[in-house]
Nanobody, 129 residues
Framework: QVQLVESGGGLVQAGGSLRLSCAASGRSFSNAFVGWFRQAPGKEREFVAAISWSGGRTYNTYYADSAKGRFTISRDNAKNTVYLQMNSLKPEDTAVYYC???????????????????WGQGTQVTVSS
């Protein structure tokens, strides 16, 4: 069983930055797909970014169009933690952000919430205009 705990959310003005953390316990997920999703009130959960292991010390990263150029996903395997650095935040980024981990290879379905097996409780990000 894997437990994921997000932290780092908060209130920030438009143009500001936040770094979200997703700490895993229960097993190492150094070679697992880990994704960040978000859900705003009244909207479906949507993909933000994901990171996978492609061998050695190489990882692949994937981003939603809304996140490209502003958000960066990274991981620190020694800490069993994945990060989401969010810069140039906009009011439309306001949502609860969730991290998720897949128990097996998910390949091209990295953007689909139902491809992931483990979820954190979420952390609120609010961007004021």
């Amino acid at each position: 069983q894997v437990q994921l705990v997000e932290s780092g959310g908060g209130l920030v003005q438009a143009g500001g930055s936040l770094r979200l953390s997703c700490a895993a316990s229960g097993r190492s997920f150094s070679n697992a797909f880990v994704g960040w999703f978000r859900q705003a009130p009244g909207k479906e959960r949507e993909f933000v970014a994901a990171i996978s292991w492609s061998g050695g010390r190489t990882y692949n990263t994937y981003y939603a169009d809304s996140a490209k150029g502003r958000f960066t996903i990274s991981r620190d395997n020694a800490k069993n933690t994945v990060y989401l650095q969010m810069n140039s935040l906009k009011p439309e980024d306001t949502a609860v952000y969730y991290c998720a981990a897949a128990g097996s290879y998910i390949g091209p379905t990295y953007y689909a919430p139902n491809a992931y097996d483990y979820w954190g409780q979420g952390t609120q990000v609010t961007v004021s205009s």
